[in-house]
């Protein structure tokens, strides 16, 4: 056959006469063959005749020695190899007794014609094995939608065969659920309506042989007649459950997280190149702002500017890949703030890809109060507010530039608690300490370590006669009367001196002031004693 860009030529027809049966090879077949030859004008028709269409020559030259008519489809060589059709109709000629003594053969030349029917005849087989043997369902009804033929591919699908369905509308299939919409949707089809078409394909179920029901989507065609009268139409299914199913777990999925996005106590946000895209609606009952307002400005828009660094340090922990914990202040609508605890990590998209940080918050007011209130209960005394020990000596050890520390003892503070009681007792102890306070620095303190036993910590570059002075002051302040619901209480302070030394324990520290202290009260008692018998004589 010739090469494709030659095929497909129009019909051209040749009359040729011939003495006998024997078929002539005409010059103008030749011609397009393209072997003729001028020094031999006739050639044998056999020696150009394609070997496996000799058979088909030989019974057209027999019918013709028969007297009879004879066609048939021949095609003939040329030089190269390349083959041409022609069809051949060879009509018998007689003398007067009736004798065969020639023919008339009529050549057409059809190796177009040959080539459209050999595409036609792939293209028919490539349809049929694509509808035999592929998954989707592909069908045919006519006119008054009836089906006139279905793909074996249904058997598979639904359980029935083409012989079951062909004469039917396949509509009758179709889950009652779904009749009434799919029905008005196909008869817009029919009638002919375009946009019905072009709106594509529709989803719904249909009914197996077995009686169960499985989702398909399906497509159809509308195959108009020249006026544009729908004349058939081609359908197209896909059984889809597994589409369905997935589609059905995911709604499930998304309703889940609805729900526990709008009620839960969490607020859970998305960012992405550092901008919240996604806020969860509980944002709006746990800090008052809509869900637009807060991704218009984000967790760093609303976050308290002192815990900037805190959010910073947990985006760099996010962003090498780890999980993050913080506890910041967030500021409501109102403007106050409230105290969250934000857990974050990387977002990973179902790809297994990172797509940006999701985090989650929760306010933890009440526990952050709960924990200063221990803290406050752990660092500080209940009763007069001043430092415990412990926290005081922890002070002292972080102190960079020395310290001194005053050990104050107030005098004869059991004959006040014997006398009045212990709320004047109490009242006497916090006096003091507010009194105390009162006479030191801001980096300074004051520290309850007994029933009536004060530390006060002077800490920087503290030399002896700074830290007498302020001794002199705390005893002339403690001096003075206390008012308390029993009337005026007077009460003195003996006060122990001591400068931390180079390398030395805040302990030891302490332990050498403790010391000063009572010294300083045996020797405020001796003199006292002496003052007494002065009197006496």
Not at 105 to 111: F, G, L, T
Request: net charge negative.
């Amino acid at each position: 056959m010739l090469p494709s860009d030659q095929r497909h030529s129009l019909t051209v027809s040749i009359v040729a006469e011939g003495r006998g049966p024997a078929l002539a090879y005409p010059l103008e077949v030749q011609r397009l063959v393209g072997v003729m030859s001028p020094s031999e004008p006739d050639r044998p028709l056999r020696e150009h005749t394609h070997p496996e269409d000799l058979a088909q020559l030989d019974a057209v030259e027999s019918a013709v020695a028969s007297g009879d008519a004879a066609a048939a489809e021949v095609r003939l060589l040329a030089a190269d190899g390349v083959s041409r059709w022609f069809s051949v109709l060879a009509m018998p000629t007689r003398d007067s007794a009736g004798r065969v003594v020639g023919h008339v053969a009529a050549w057409r030349d059809m190796d177009g014609e040959m080539s459209l029917r050999e595409d036609l005849v792939d293209s028919e087989r490539r349809f049929r094995l694509l509808a035999e043997t592929a998954s989707d369902i592909v069908y045919e009804a006519g006119a008054d939608r009836c089906v006139t033929w279905v793909s074996s591919s249904i058997e598979r699908a639904l359980g029935w065969t083409p012989e079951d369905l062909v004469g039917t509308w396949m509509s009758d299939l179709v889950h009652p659920d779904d009749l009434a919409w799919s029905t008005a949707r196909r008869d817009r089809i029919y009638a002919g309506d375009p946009e019905a078409e072009a709106e594509g394909s529709f989803v719904l179920r249909l009914r197996t042989k077995d009686g169960g029901y499985r989702w398909v989507s399906t497509t159809l065609t509308t195959h108009r007649a020249d006026d544009g009268t729908p004349m058939q139409f081609t359908g197209g299914m896909k059984v889809i459950d597994d589409v369905m199913e997935e589609r059905q777990r995911l709604a499930e999925s998304e309703e889940r997280f609805r729900l526990l996005a709008e009620n839960a106590a969490d607020v859970v946000y998305l960012m992405r190149d550092q901008r919240a895209v996604w806020v969860s609606p509980s944002v709006t009952a746990v800090l008052g702002w809509s869900a637009e307002e807060w991704l218009a400005g984000g967790f760093d828009e609303y976050a308290h500017p002192d815990d900037a660094d805190e959010i910073a340090r947990c985006r760099e922990d996010v962003a090498r890949g780890g999980r993050a914990e913080a506890e910041v202040r967030a500021r409501t609508r109102d403007g106050a703030y409230r105290w969250v605890q934000v857990n974050a990590g990387p977002f990973v998209d179902a790809d297994g890809r990172r797509d940006g940080i999701v985090a989650s918050f929760r306010v933890i007011d009440e526990q952050v109060a709960a924990r200063r209130e221990l803290e406050r209960r752990a660092t500080y005394d209940e009763l007069t507010g001043a430092l415990k020990r412990g926290p005081a000596l922890d002070r002292l050890e972080t102190a960079e530039d020395g310290f001194a520390v005053l050990y104050v003892d107030l005098d004869g503070f059991k004959e006040i608690n014997d006398t009045w009681g212990h709320a004047v007792g109490d009242t006497v102890l916090t006096s003091a300490v507010e009194r105390m306070a009162a006479l030191v620095g801001g980096h300074d303190a004051v520290a309850r370590v007994g029933g009536d036993e004060f530390l006060v910590l002077l800490t920087g570059a503290v030399d002896r006669s700074e830290a007498e002075a302020v001794a002199d002051a705390i005893r002339a302040a403690l001096a003075e009367p206390v008012p308390t619901p029993a009337g005026p209480v007077v009460v003195t302070g003996s006060v122990g001196i001591a400068l931390r030394r180079p390398g030395e324990a805040p302990e030891a520290t302490v332990t050498r002031a403790d010391r000063e202290m009572y010294r300083a009260k045996g020797a405020r008692g001796a003199a006292g004693r002496r003052s007494g018998a002065d009197r006496r004589a």
